[in-house]
């Protein structure tokens, strides 16, 4: 075999530490190494074209790049290989920038170190085997998980670009966190207005199967060819017979269910349609608040409904739905704030939430669109907001910014002036946020043309004056004094945190998730709408917290992922899957026990029982070959023998 | 009770093709497996503390025959793993169980006897051993040259049979402390290390230990020898002695039920049976999971599962 190795400076970020040149004359002392040379930027075309023309002028048949991180650009070259005519999988990569020169100073020691690495890299590309590719059909459907206004977006674009969708949302509408808004900064236009038509047309779709009040149960498979279970949550109510008309809420006797679409403002009933503009806009029983199926009596629904569509003996359902490409849609939940005791922790009915404010200020709430206070019913006249509730503060574990609370407390300062015209608002900030097109100046206008006055600082008490009153006591740091503010309603702008079960969800979907359960991008620069997982992209706040237009922006983008895919005429499954060698195999099973994806069937060859991968399934994991106690399966690319000769590389003496 | 033992294999005997059991070996002092075709052969049956040998280990080699097997409570928990593993068929084998006073360590006994010539007589009852030996008697009380694995032995009576003949027997412990290895371990790292160099320096890769185990699997392919993986050399130093050692255990994680075939096998007297202590604990700790007691079990390292209840990667 001869061997060429490339030794990149990455301008001056491995050269800046590491001596390249050195490296490369050091790896010329490796086995069957017989051309190295340092190069400037290896990814650029001149760089690329250097490998092939040493390929070419010096035979040979295996190339080692010393640079970055192979998550990046071990594709690249890989292609570089192919174009020059050889396997792209007589390549190797040694991480000498994330490994070496960004984390050392040491000019000496980084030299020597980077040297080791690539002998190891040269180690392992002697044992490596060509690898072709299989190549497989794609089933061009999509699943899209979640109905919020980035699974809107991301199922609308996809299903006019002619793909099946199927969408997933766990409660009994779609519409998500956006349905429950009453009007959206920076224009203040009607929430419901502008989401409305685009749910309805979710609805209307041909393309478009919606199971509203599901969730994903499994997944299996892989790109291409997902296999999912779904799991119809059991609503007591005959979706094909129920008209929406609502009958059976109004005669449900049992009040004291929660409302989640109100934020639990007001109670709710038993049998619930969330809004009037719901989509679907079908009734739901709350199976622990409904009278019938606790106690067995009641029954009103079922005598009133016109449709006959009650049926108290449902059960759960699972549908399996077969499809090539997911979106992950899921949002965001809000932090429980009722850790902070210096609020209340949640004893005073007059401390309310963003959103319960959002609910109040809506026409379709239940205050009908009056702002009135939770304990009297009084339409208050001062109101103080609260920011960077949740967000921003390590003590409580959540250290980042939400992003969009800023933005909205503005927008319902302004909105209170709106409503009641002799209101006084007051904000506690720690810095204002408005990055945005036109974002800037709507906060400039809350303050200038509505006259909300921002107080820069915490707040480090609020507790009831015992006369109906609220105080807000905190620090405004600007003027460097102690400010008391009275108020008749407070509002948190409570931060955004992962929806819940996403790390659950994740793992059924295989992805990353980060420290606070937000699904991981691909790259947060360069990929900000993959996965690690081939065929399962994100959109909107599921990946973190954002507003509206960047959640819409991302639907788009992640719809053009699955329709960028589903254009192939087939795909290629990775080649680096574990292989069964039958000689060895006893077909004990094990690795079939332990395979997380399925992807070992266990099968007879001359009456012997013996394992066999499945190539299109395996992930290339490893774990059946750490498992086979025989040493029969063996991860190709990544043997037991290519892993023992790159330890023998570093622990030579 | 042996009595009834053989009355109970007899009578099973016409349905198997034949079944293994320990019989006299060479002198008074060694017992043999004793494979059993005839109700002549099952005469030659014996019980008692010199019944040392795990018969289990035959049985994988026999999967599709249909046995019988003799088994101590130790033994028993072999089958059961054997069992789980599919490495024998369950209908195929007939399980023969008696209630277990602890085996003796012939090491032990070497110990206090020294190497004599042929042994003449040995008896044993209430607690004490008498081997006669070059005109020489020696008594040794069954408590100090018993096998160290019947000092914390929680199954003296079989985990599983189709024949249990005698009275069931209380463990001699309810819950294993691990006090040995507490000990061993209480001592600094390089006294440990030392030891283990010393001991394993001995090794003379007979692979006595492998051939004895029970759960040993791999046939012809076993990592000591294969050249592909390659992850032991020929060379000849303790480093690759030791390194079969350690990955002979941790092929056992999980599935090692200290039944101590390895250590009783080994020629030199290497204590190896330590290392899988070390891993049953780790497992036990870990998973609370013992191997060999429930053949329907899944064993903690033959399974995935994203979250480990006991192993909080998150919080690392
Ligand atoms: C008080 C408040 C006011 C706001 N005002 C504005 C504003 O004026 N302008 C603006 O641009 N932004 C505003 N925002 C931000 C806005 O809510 C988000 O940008 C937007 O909702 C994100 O959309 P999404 O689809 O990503 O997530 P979501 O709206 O959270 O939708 C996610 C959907 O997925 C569903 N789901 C969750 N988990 C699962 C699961 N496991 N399976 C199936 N379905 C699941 C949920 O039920 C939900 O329907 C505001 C936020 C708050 C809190
Ligand atoms: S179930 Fe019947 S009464 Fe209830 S909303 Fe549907 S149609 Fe109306
Ligand atoms: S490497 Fe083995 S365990 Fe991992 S996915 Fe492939 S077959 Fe399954």
Known sequence: MKIGVFVCHCGSNIEGTVDTKTVAEASLDFPEVTFATDTMYACSEPGQDGIIEAIEEHKLDGVVVASCTPRMHEPTFRKTLERAGLNPYMFEMANIREHVSWIGKDREANTNKAADLVRIAVEKLRRNQPLTPKEFDINRRVLVIGGGVAGIQAALDCAEAGLEVVMVERESTIGGKMAKLDKTFPTVDCSSCILGPRMVE????PNITLYAY?????????????EVQVKKKATYVDWAKCTGCGECVEKCPSRKAPDPFNELLAPGRAINIPFPQAIPKKAYIQAEHCIKLTKDKCGNCAKVCPSDAINFEAKDEIITEEVGGIIAATGYDLFDWTVYEEYGGGRYPDVVTSLQYERMLSASGPTGGHVKRPSDGKEPKKVVFIQCVGSRDKSVGRPYCSGFCCMYTAKQAILTKDHIPDSESYVFYMDIRAPGKLYDEFTRRAMEEYGAQYIRGRVGM??????????????DTLMGTQVEVKADLVVLAVGAEAAKNSPQLAEKLRISYDAYG????????????????????LAGACQGAKDIPASVGQGSAAAAKVIGLFSKEKLKSDPQTALVDIKRC????????????????MTEFRGQPKAEVLETVCQGCGLCAATCPQGAVQLKHFTDNQILAEVEALCRF | MLEQLKDTIKKALPELDFVIGWGMG???????????????DVDKLVWGPLNV???????????????????????????????????????DVVIFGAPCRGTVSLTKIRKVIGNTGLIEDVNYADGTLTVKAEGASHEMALKDIRADKCGYCRFPNAVLSDHFVGEKRAPQVEEDTFEDLAEFESQPFEERRDFWMKEMDRCIRCYACRNACPLCVCRDHCVAQSRDPHWLSQQDGVRDKFMFQIIHATHLAGRCTTCGECERACPVDIPVL?????????IKDTFDYDAGLDPEATPPLLAFKANEDNIKEKEW
């Open chain 2, 274 to 282: 330590l290392f899988k202590r070390k891993f049953t604990k780790a």
């Open chain 1, 462 to 475: 609020v507790y009831p004056d015992g006369e109906g009153q609220l105080v807000v006591r905190g620090a």
């Open chain 1, 214 to 226: 599901s969730e994903v149960e499994s997944v299996s498979g892989y790109v291409g060819n997902f």
């Open chain 1, 518 to 537: 937000f699904f991981m991008e691909g790259h947060p620069k360069l990929k900000p709408v993959e996965t690690n997982t081939a065929g399962v992209y």
């Open chain 1, 586 to 601: 006893i077909g004990c099973g094990k690795c079939a026990e332990t395979c997380p994806f399925g992807a070992i069937n």
């Open chain 1, 202 to 205: 979710i609805a209307q779709h």
């Open chain 2, 53 to 91: 040998h795990n018969l289990a280990t035959y049985l994988p080699a026999l999967k599709g025959r249909k046995v019988g097997i003799v088994v101590k409570g130790c033994d028993s928990r072999s089958v059961a793993e054997l069992l789980q593993e599919n490495l024998i068929n369950r209908e």
């Open chain 2, 26 to 40: 060479f002198d008074a002092l060694h017992a043999t497996p004793l494979f059993m075709y005839e109700p002549e």
